[in-house]
Structure formats: C-alpha cells, structure tokens
C-alpha cells in the first residue's frame, strides 16, 4: 500500500482588516443653570452664622457671589466669574466697619456631664482544683 498523500486544506480567502474606527469628536455641551441659596442662623455659643451663596451659568461662562458675614462684623462679598479658557477670576471686597472679634471671647464650654463609670461584674469564684498526688504504690 502506498502512503495516503498527506492533507493540505485549501487557503483561506483574502479580506483586508477592518478600517480602524475613529468616531466623530465628542463635545459636551455646556447646561445652563442656575441657583443660590442663603443661611442665617446662630452657632452653639450664640454668634452669627450668616452666608449666602447665588451662581449661573450661560454656555461657558459662569457668574457667582458669595457673602459671608465674618466674626469682625464685617461682610466678606465675593463676585466670581469663569471664562471660556477655565480661568477663574474674583473680585473681594468687604462691607461694614470692624468690631472686636467676637471668636476671641472666652465662652464658657458647654456643660456635658462625664459618663457614668463602668464598673463591670466581679468574676465567679472558682477554687482551684487539688494538686494531683497519684495513689501510693504497694508491691
């Protein structure tokens, strides 16, 4: 018997790759906004605690104000704003006349009793067991 011819499958047909994939440049549009808000209230030793804080948003740009009243009654205003270039730009500025600052008054700490002490469970009483003593040998 002569050898079977060894197998050779056919070659597989040509396909160019696959043209890379290059999507279209992605650009987030910029949402319009805007909001503000405003607190006005008093901290646990009786001082002001007032500040106010308003920004908007048209396309890339970005406007604010910030005010904060600060502890030598003066008031901090801060008018912000954010260009087209990311580029951050405030104009600070401060209304009112200095008074003694209030933060420097020593007010007495507010009164918040100790915990009681823990005084756990004594520990059940266990005697020791006997020493061990084996019984005496009697030959």
Partial sequence: HPAPAPYHPAPAPYKP?????HPDPYEEV???????????GYDEYGNPNNHARTEHREGKEVKGQYRVELPDCRTQIVDYYVDAYKQYHAD???EGVP??????I???????????PYHPAPAPYHPAP?????APYHA
């Fill in 92 to 94: 600070v500025k401060y």
């Fill in 130 to 134: 006997a020493p061990y003593a084996p």
């Fill in 30 to 40: 910029p949402k319009n906004y805007e909001f503000g808000y405003e607190v006005a």
């Fill in 99 to 104: 008074c003694p600052d209030k933060s420097l």
């Fill in 106 to 116: 020593k007010h007495d700490k507010p009164y918040h009793p100790a915990p009681a």
């Fill in 17 to 21: 790759a696959p043209a890379p994939y």
